[in-house]
């Protein structure tokens, strides 16, 4: 996971750990009180500590993540918007479309087109560079 702390210095060890699992496990429907548990915190405590150091609430890293796999999915993958909802949680793929687009500024289909777009290009220069080694 990416360092999203305000400063990585004096970082509370016990948050660490559950940003970590919530990346690891974030399709797993983890409860704000089990990560809490499993690093001897109470529930308010825990989301008050994230909240301190990460800025954003348990929950909001947990939309954050399954966002990022979709758009992932969406690049890679010729799978159905409505698959891809499903398969990170979503259980309205309209719902899904509507906060796609809040954190990306674009629909889903938009997104994959777009990334098509950039492979697509990144081919066409790749077999040019080939082709002018291929001349010297």
Same mark, same amino acid.
Request: net charge positive; aromatic share 6%.
């Given at each position: 996971m990416a360092c999203i702390f305000s400063s990585p210095v004096d970082v509370d060890q016990r948050v660490t750990a559950v940003l970590a699992? /919530?990346?690891?496990e974030w399709r797993k429907g983890l409860r704000v009180s089990e990560?809490?548990? *499993? /690093?001897?915190?109470?529930?308010? @405590?825990? &989301?008050?500590? /994230?909240r301190v150091h990460a800025q &954003?609430?348990?929950?909001?890293? /947990?939309?954050?993540?399954?966002?990022? #796999?979709?758009a992932r999915l969406l690049a890679t993958t010729f799978d159905r918007v409505s698959e891809? *909802?499903?398969d990170v949680g979503f259980?309205?793929?309209?719902?899904? &479309?509507?906060?796609?687009?809040?954190e990306f500024g674009v629909s889903p289909r938009?997104?994959? #087109?777009?990334a098509q777009r950039e492979r697509d290009r990144e081919a066409e220069a790749g077999q040019c560079?080939?082709?002018? @080694?291929r001349n010297l």
């Open positions: 699992r /919530v990346d690891a990560l809490a548990a *499993s /690093v001897n915190l109470g529930a308010s @405590r825990l &989301t008050h500590l /994230v &954003t609430s348990i929950r909001e890293l /947990v939309l954050r993540r399954r966002m990022s #796999e979709a891809i *909802s499903y259980t309205d793929a309209c719902n899904f &479309t509507h906060v796609f687009h809040r938009a997104y994959r #087109e777009r560079q080939d082709a002018t @080694r």
